[in-house]
Structures are given as C-alpha cells and as structure tokens.
C-alpha cells in the first residue's frame, strides 16, 4: 500500500560505515490515553522472509544483513507513541530487521538505561523519540563511540551525536492552529469585536513544544497586539502556559484554576488553544465542568487520538492537526536504509518515500551552529467536515455512531 516504493532503498549488503549527519555538519548528498503499566523494554525477533506484495518492502532478512535496530520511546501512556512505536517495529521488522523496542515510563534516566542496553546488546542503529532533549548526553557520546548513529524521531536530541532528524515540520503544526482560529473568528474583519482567548502549550522537556507553541502565537500575536484578541489571564509566555509532560491532569488543573480566576463571573471564553490532544482533553474537561459562559469555545489540538476525535464528532473540541505517524514510520526506515546502506542522503532521497516530505538542513540544531538535516513530513488540519480523510488513510475506521476507532 503506502510502503510500495521502499524496497528500491535496500542494498544487496550493509556497509559498517555509516554516513555523516548532524555530528559532523558535512553536505550528506544535498545542497538543499491511560497509562497500560507495560513500558519494559522488549526485543522482537525478525519474522521470517516474505514475499509482501502489499507493503512492497523488501523482508528478505539476508538484505538486513541481520542488523538490528534499537527504537526507543517515551511512553505508553499517550495513544500516540503507542501508534509511533508499534509502526515503527512492524515496518523493520517486515524489512526484516531485528528490532529492540523500549517504552520508558517518561523517565529520562530510564530511558537513558534502555537506550544503554540496546548498545550492550549490539544494536547497529537507533530511533529515538525523546523524553528530554536535552537529557541523553551521556547515552548519545556512548553511541558516538560505538559508531552506532542515531536517528532521532519527532523530537530533536541536543547533541551533535544525531545524525538525522525525522519529523513533521513543527512550527507549521502550530500555525496551522493560529490560522484556524483566525480564519473561523475571520479575526481580519473582526472590527470592534474583541474575542478571549487562552493557550496552553506542550512539555518544556520537549523541543517541539516551543515549535508548536511560536507557530501559533506568532499568527495571532498581531490581532492580541490589536487587542482583537484578549488573554484573561494574561498568560501568554511558553513557561507560563506550558504543561510537563503534556499532562492531561495537569492541564485540567491550570484550565480549571484560570476558569475560576478569571471567568466566573460570566465573562466570555471564546477560543483555548492547546498545542495537542492530551492538554484539550484536560481542557475540554474543565470546560464542559468548570466554565459559567453558555457559548461553544473553540479549541485546538494535535495528534487525532480517538478521544479527541470522538469530541470533535460531539462538538466539544473543533479541530487537531494531524500527523500521519504510519508515514513518519515508513519515512525513517527509508532513510535507516540509506544510512546502512551508504547511499548519499539528501532532497533526492524524498520520491521514494512516495510521501510529501521536505530535506531542511536549516532549521534545526543540535548545539550552536551545528545544523541538524531533517526530513519533514506535512501535517493536516482536521475538522468534523473531513473525518473521513482519515478514514482514507486506512488507519482509521468509522463506526456506525460517526466516531472513529484507530486500527
């Protein structure tokens, strides 16, 4: 289906000398929810070849040449990393990898251990999706000796050890937010209208949440300045609005104490942004619970995790930007290839993905002036208007009632 054109990718056998990324800052070929109790790390053996018409990669373990990968991630405790994580070992494995594949509790220092046991246990690349970026410094330089490269996905690792960055492109998710609450309130043509707003944003731990955050303020920081948009609050700076670990509970909490301060006397709430689903959701809940005003608020979100869906489907939340992870999966093990394989590694890499992608060399760094190269996905915009897109995916299916239910 969407993995047609990887098997192009797959050398006849693996080099051990892998290319250059982000540690080096050379050119590499380019001018350009509930928490399941179950994080222990477990290691997954290769299935045998098969000849996957559907997927169209190629699973033949002898072109693996029995490499194994080391794919670690931050939780099992948001719906999303459970879907990163699970993509990303179905898609080695039917490369026919060996893969080790480790849910670290969103503790930094375990996931240090995990990513240190993969090293002890000879993983020859790693993915990983950091709890903190800027906490694996140790673990990075050990990968750094051992000469095993590393990957890091959806969130950057400060630290030059990196060799790629597979994303979606970060500030366009929160851009995309801005520029729907300014276009549904048509904040352009508000007038003397004066509409309040309130945002919560993501972990501080986490580089994207900054990302997500700036894309959104800086649309709307105009029509605030014109006084278009009120915050209540006042809070309007990222540590200020910010929410550790994307914490449902913890979102819930600030919503319910700013609704309490600031709008129990019938003042108006018109919009909350929240930089993903896990905050709306705790937003969302105050809302339904604490808030006085009789009006529908707008509220945003990011990831499309069924709970959200299902409030979009009853009015509750208005939108998420979706991020298709099964595409980011498939974007990674594409570029894992590349990389084992030492083929060059740039802009020209992107149509065999056969996914809409951009190489940025630019945008992100791992330490001051070391440029990180990063293939970035493109996010969408989901509304009640346009579930069934993702139900054209393939990822989701629609139930009779009109909610969605991951497959």
Known sequence: MKRKLLSALLSAAMVAVLLT?????????????????????????????TDDAD????????????????ISMPTQSLERWNRDGEYLDEQFKAAGYETILTYSDNDAGRQVNDIQNMLAE????????????????????????????????????????????????NYTVGKLQGQFVESTLDLANAGDTVYNIEFTAGDPADNNAGYFFNGAFDVLKPYIDAGTL????????????????????????RAQNILSSYYADGTQLDVWLCSND??????????????????????????????????????????????????????????????????????????SFGIECAYDTESYETSEGNKCPSFLLVPSVITKDNLQDLVDT???????DGYLKAN
């Open 55 to 70: 997927t169209g990669a190629d699973t033949s373990s002898a072109n693996a040449g029995g490499s194994k990968i080391g």
């Open 230 to 253: 009120n915050v209540v609050s006042g809070q309007t700076d990222f540590s200020s609005v910010a929410t550790n670990q994307w914490n449902t509970d913890t979102a819930l909490e």
């Open 278 to 351: 896990s905050t709306a959701l705790g937003v969302a809940q105050a809302i339904t619970s604490d808030y006085a005003g009789g009006n529908s608020v707008l509220i945003t979100g990011q990831d499309g995790d069924e709970a959200n869906l299902k409030n979009i489907v009853d009015g509750v939340q208005t939108m998420t930007v979706y991020k298709n992870v099964s595409n980011e999966a498939i974007v990674t093990l594409a570029l894992a290839k590349a990389m084992m394989s030492g083929d060059a590694i740039g802009e020209s890499l992107i149509p």
């Open 122 to 169: 000879g993983v020859n690349l790693l993915v990983i999706a950091a709890i903190d970026g800027e906490a694996l410094n140790t673990v990075m330089n050990e990968a750094a000796e051992a000469g095993v490269q590393v990957i890091a996905y959806d969130r950057l690792i400060m630290n030059d050890a990196v060799s790629y960055y597979v994303s979606f492109d």
């Open 394 to 400: 393939g990822l989701y299916t629609m139930g009779d």
């Open 21 to 49: 990324g982000c540690g080096s800052g050379s050119d590499t070929g380019s001018s350009a929810g509930s928490d399941t109790g179950a994080d222990a790390g477990t290691t997954t053996e290769a299935p045998a070849p």
